[in-house]
């Protein structure tokens, strides 16, 4: 019923930004709601930002006011703007959607369908 695409990871010096990409090239992205996952190297899943069908949106304290997550219903699409991007931030990121209640989650169990990943890697 949906199928995702992640594009936009790069290597990135501190301080420097990126824009990844989240489309549906199959079903309708703006009847999910979708969250930014990220897993860095011998990590656990994170879930970072996301954003409701009613464009909600919950990001937490330690990408506050550096990344912003928000939609674009004309390329059926979620993006996530990474700005200030640390050392600590590298990983790979992953889009992922549920319909169910439409609401935001960061609980990366609650996600039904998942892009492929994105890598991003800010040395120090």
């Known amino acids: 019923q949906l199928q995702l695409v992640e594009s936009g990871g790069d290597a990135v010096q501190p301080g420097g930004s990126l824009r990844l990409s989240c489309a549906a090239r199959i079903g309708r992205l703006d009847t999910f709601a979708v969250a930014w996952i990220r897993q860095a190297p011998e990590k656990g899943q994170e879930g970072i930002s996301c954003i409701s069908v009613k464009l909600d949106k919950v990001v937490i304290d330690s990408v506050k006011g550096r990344f912003t997550i928000h939609r674009d219903t004309s390329t059926n699409s979620v993006y996530l703007q990474m700005n200030m991007l640390k050392p600590e931030d590298t990983a790979v990121y992953y889009c992922?959607?549920?319909?169910?209640?439409?609401?935001?989650?960061?609980?990366?169990?609650?996600?039904?369908?998942w892009g492929q990943g994105t890598t991003v890697t800010v040395p120090a």
């Open positions: 992922a959607a549920v319909q169910r209640s439409g609401l935001c989650t960061l609980d990366p169990s609650d996600y039904e369908y």
